[in-house]
C-alpha cells in the first residue's frame, strides 16, 4: 500500500438628501472575515440616541414623535420619514426609498426602508423604524447614505462580463453564485457609482465572498467574507482508538468490521471543538482559516460529501459515512495551528488560499491516499480502515504539503526524504499525545490504526535506523527509505523535544529544493537551528542523532557559530 500522491413596494414620496462630505470606504479586502458597517464609527454618543460626525442620526433611541395620520404603520413610519429627513441627512438628493420589509410583533412593527436610484437600490442603505399601534415611533436606526449623485443606472458591462473580471482578478478558478449577482448603486465613497454585486464560493478560498464591481469598469471596490465563523462540536479519534486504548488490533471490538461500530471503538471517542467553521445560508460547514473540507474525488455527493447539518454539532460515530469529515478537519486545523501560531513557522499551501483542502472519501474507495502538489489538496481513500480515521495517515499526507509549502514547490522524494518528512511529522503528534512510551513496541509505530493488523496492511516504523545505514542500506523504494530519514530525526526530537525539532524541520527543509537527498536535509536543519539561536547542547543533540544513532556524517557547526547567534537555553 502506498501514502503518497503525490424592494419591492415603492414609495410614492422622493426623499432627497443634502450634499454632504464623502465618507471613505476601506479598502477592498482580499482575506478579511468581515467588514466594518457603513455608520459602525460614530463621533457622538448621546441619550438621545447615536450621531454622525456631520451631526445626521444614525439611531434614535428616543425619537419623540407620534404620527398624526391614521393608518398602516407603513404610513406612519412615512409619516416620520418626511418629518425627520434633516435629522436623518435624507432631505435632499435624487435617491427615492422602497418599502423593503415589515415585521409585526404584536404590540409594535418594524418597517424598512431601502434607497433607490431610478430602481436600482443603493448598496447597503436601511432605514429601520419602529412604530407602535398608537403611532408613537419607538425607535429609528439608520444606514442610510448621505450623498448620492444622480448617475445613469443602465449598466455600461453585462454582469457576466464583469464577473470573468472579478474572477481573474481574485484567482477564482471555479467560483458558483451563493445568492443571484444584483445591480446597485454604491455610494460609500464618491463618487457615486453603478455598481454589479457578487456573493461567490470557489475552492481558492474559504468563505462565501461578496464582491462589489464597477458595472463599467469591472474594478472591484469592496471584497469581503461574508460567512459567520463559529465553533462547532465533533466526535473523533484522536490520535486513533490502538493508541488512546493501549490495544491490539485484533482483541474483541478493535477490528474495522467495514465500519462497523464497537462499544470498544465508540469508548475511544472524544468530543472536541471545531475551531471557526462557517456558518452560512442555514447550515454549517467544515471550512475555516486552516482546513477545508471539498468533495472532488469518487465517491461523490449524498452521503460522501462533507457535512453540512443545520447545528454546528458534528458528532456522530464511524459507522455513519459523516465521521471522516470533521475527524480530518480536526487533525489538519489543529496542527496548523500548532506549527503557524505557536512554533511561529508560516506554513501553508502555495496554491490556494485559506485552508488546506482535503476530500475525506476519495479514491473510489480504495486504499490509498495522497497529497498532489500541483492543487494542494489531501485525498484519503477507505479501504480496509479508512484512512481519514486514522491520524498518522492524516499528517503524514499533511506532511508532504508542508514540505512542499517550506520549499515553493520544491519537495523531494530522493532518497525518500518527503515519505519521511510524512513519518517524522506524524510520529511526532503520535508521541505528543503521551500514550505510548519509549518501552512500547508501538512508540515506533506508522499508521497505529489503518496498519499492523491481521487484515491491514503491515504499516512503517520508525526505529529503522537500528538495522539500516546511510546511504548504501536504505532499504528498497522510497517508503522504505523514507523510514531511515524519520527515524533519525525521532531521535533528535526525543533529545531536544517536539517543539524544537519541528521547528527545526520546517526552517532547515526550507533551505532544500527538488533534488536534495537525506544528508543534504540533515545538514540544513542542523545549520538551521544553529542559525536560530539553539544551545550547543541542542546541536550536539543533533549532531549525535545525525553521526551517532544514524550516518550521515553532517558538519555539525562550531560553537563560535552557535555563540555567534546566541542560544535559547
Given at each position: 500500500m502506498t501514502r503518497s500522491s503525490i424592494s419591492r413596494f415603492p414609495l410614492a414620496l422622493a426623499i432627497s438628501f443634502a450634499l454632504m462630505p464623502a465618507y471613505a470606504m476601506q479598502a477592498p479586502l482580499a482575506g478579511d472575515s468581515g467588514r466594518l458597517a457603513f455608520n459602525?464609527?460614530?463621533?457622538?454618543?448621546?441619550?438621545?440616541?447615536?450621531?454622525?460626525?456631520?451631526?445626521?442620526?444614525?439611531?434614535?433611541?428616543?425619537?419623540?414623535?407620534?404620527?398624526?395620520?391614521?393608518?398602516?404603520?407603513?404610513?406612519?413610519?412615512?409619516?416620520?420619514?418626511?418629518?425627520?429627513?434633516?435629522?436623518?441627512?435624507?432631505?435632499?438628493?435624487?435617491?427615492?426609498?422602497?418599502?423593503?420589509f415589515q415585521r409585526d410583533d404584536g404590540a409594535f412593527s418594524v418597517v424598512r426602508f431601502t434607497q433607490t436610484l431610478n430602481d436600482v437600490p443603493v448598496y447597503g442603505s436601511d432605514?429601520?423604524?419602529?412604530?407602535?399601534?398608537?403611532?408613537?415611533?419607538?425607535?429609528?436606526?439608520?444606514?442610510?447614505?448621505?450623498?448620492?449623485?444622480?448617475?445613469?443606472?443602465?449598466?455600461?458591462?453585462?454582469?457576466?462580463?464583469?464577473?470573468?473580471?472579478?474572477?481573474?482578478?481574485?484567482?477564482?478558478?471555479?467560483a458558483q453564485d451563493e445568492t443571484s449577482p444584483r445591480l446597485m448603486v454604491y455610494a460609500d465613497s464618491a463618487p457615486t457609482r453603478l455598481v454589479w454585486v457578487y456573493v461567490l464560493r470557489d475552492v481558492s478560498r474559504s468563505g462565501a465572498?461578496?464582491?462589489?464591481?464597477?458595472?463599467?469598469?469591472?474594478?472591484?471596490?469592496?471584497?469581503?467574507d461574508t460567512s459567520l465563523y463559529v465553533n462547532g462540536t465533533a466526535t473523533v479519534f484522536d490520535p486513533d482508538p490502538m493508541t488512546t486504548s493501549g490495544a491490539t488490533y485484533g482483541q474483541t471490538g478493535y477490528t474495522d468490521s467495514n465500519d462497523a461500530d464497537s462499544a470498544q471503538l465508540t469508548a475511544q471517542l472524544q468530543s472536541v471543538t471545531l475551531n471557526d467553521i462557517t456558518s452560512a445560508a442555514g447550515v454549517f460547514r467544515l471550512e475555516g482559516p486552516w482546513a477545508r473540507c471539498d468533495d472532488w474525488d469518487a465517491p461523490s455527493g449524498g452521503v460522501n460529501d462533507c457535512p453540512t447539518p443545520a447545528t454546528s454539532d458534528f458528532s456522530t460515530t464511524r459507522n455513519d459515512q459523516k465521521f471522516e469529515g470533521p475527524h480530518v478537519y480536526h487533525l489538519i486545523d489543529k496542527q496548523m495551528r500548532y506549527l503557524n501560531l505557536t512554533l511561529g513557522v508560516t506554513v501553508v499551501?502555495?496554491?490556494?488560499?485559506?485552508?488546506?483542502?482535503?476530500?475525506?472519501?476519495?479514491?473510489?474507495?480504495?486504499?490509498?491516499?495522497?497529497?498532489?502538489?500541483?492543487?494542494?489538496?489531501?485525498?484519503?481513500?477507505?479501504?480496509?480502515?479508512?484512512?481519514?480515521?486514522?491520524?498518522?495517515?492524516?499528517?503524514?499526507?499533511?506532511?508532504?504539503?508542508?514540505?512542499?509549502?517550506?520549499?515553493?514547490?520544491?519537495?523531494?522524494?530522493?532518497?525518500?526524504?518527503?515519505?519521511?518528512?510524512?513519518?517524522?511529522?506524524?510520529?511526532?503528534?503520535?508521541?505528543?499525545?503521551?500514550h505510548w512510551t519509549p518501552s512500547d513496541p508501538q512508540w515506533f509505530w506508522m499508521f497505529h490504526w489503518d496498519g499492523h493488523g491481521t487484515d491491514t496492511w503491515p504499516g512503517r516504523v520508525t526505529n529503522w535506523n537500528l538495522t539500516h545505514t546511510y546511504p548504501g542500506n536504505l532499504g528498497s523504494g522510497?517508503?522504505?527509505?523514507?523510514?531511515?530519514?524519520?527515524?533519525?530525526?525521532?531521535?533528535?526530537?526525543?533529545?531536544?523535544?517536539?517543539?524544537?525539532?519541528?521547528?527545526?524541520?520546517?526552517?532547515?527543509?526550507?533551505?532544500?529544493?527538488?533534488?536534495?537527498?537525506?544528508?543534504?536535509?540533515?545538514?540544513?536543519?542542523?545549520?538551521?537551528?544553529?542559525?536560530?539561536?539553539?544551545?550547543?547542547?541542542?546541536?550536539?543533540?543533533?549532531?549525535?542523532?545525525?553521526?551517532?544513532?544514524?550516518?550521515?556524517?553532517?558538519?555539525?557547526?562550531?560553537?563560535?557559530?552557535i555563540f555567534a547567534h546566541g542560544f535559547e537555553n
Open positions: 459602525a464609527v460614530t463621533s457622538l454618543d448621546t441619550p438621545e440616541g447615536r450621531f454622525a460626525a456631520d451631526g445626521r442620526a444614525v439611531v434614535l433611541y428616543q425619537p419623540a414623535f407620534r404620527a398624526r395620520q391614521a393608518g398602516s404603520v407603513e404610513a406612519m413610519a412615512r409619516e416620520f420619514l418626511v418629518a425627520r429627513a434633516a435629522r436623518l441627512g435624507i432631505d435632499s438628493s435624487p435617491a427615492r426609498l422602497q418599502t423593503a432605514i429601520a423604524v419602529t412604530v407602535r399601534k398608537d403611532g408613537e415611533i419607538l425607535f429609528v436606526s439608520s444606514e442610510a447614505r448621505p450623498r448620492i449623485d444622480a448617475i445613469a443606472t443602465t449598466p455600461a458591462r453585462s454582469v457576466d462580463a464583469v464577473r470573468q473580471d472579478v474572477e481573474r482578478t481574485l484567482g477564482m478558478t471555479s465572498w461578496e464582491v462589489v464591481a464597477d458595472a463599467a469598469t469591472g474594478e472591484i471596490i469592496d471584497s469581503h499551501p502555495n496554491t490556494v488560499a485559506g485552508g488546506v483542502r482535503f476530500d475525506p472519501h476519495g479514491f473510489n474507495g480504495d486504499d490509498n491516499s495522497s497529497f498532489t502538489p500541483s492543487s494542494d489538496r489531501l485525498t484519503f481513500g477507505e479501504g480496509g480502515v479508512d484512512d481519514a480515521e486514522d491520524a498518522d495517515v492524516v499528517l503524514h499526507e499533511l506532511g508532504h504539503g508542508l514540505h512542499d509549502w517550506v520549499t515553493n514547490g520544491g519537495l523531494s522524494q530522493t532518497q525518500g526524504l518527503s515519505e519521511g518528512v510524512g513519518d517524522y511529522f506524524a510520529s511526532s503528534y503520535n508521541r505528543s499525545t503521551g522510497i517508503h522504505a527509505q523514507g523510514q531511515y530519514w524519520a527515524s533519525c530525526n525521532l531521535v533528535a526530537w526525543v533529545a531536544i523535544g517536539r517543539d524544537a525539532m519541528d521547528k527545526a524541520m520546517l526552517r532547515g527543509l526550507a533551505m532544500t529544493s527538488a533534488s536534495s537527498n537525506q544528508k543534504d536535509a540533515a545538514q540544513a536543519i542542523i545549520t538551521a537551528a544553529a542559525t536560530m539561536g539553539y544551545s550547543p547542547s541542542q546541536i550536539a543533540a543533533l549532531g549525535s542523532a545525525y553521526n551517532t544513532s544514524c550516518t550521515y556524517n553532517v558538519t555539525v557547526p562550531s560553537t563560535d557559530l
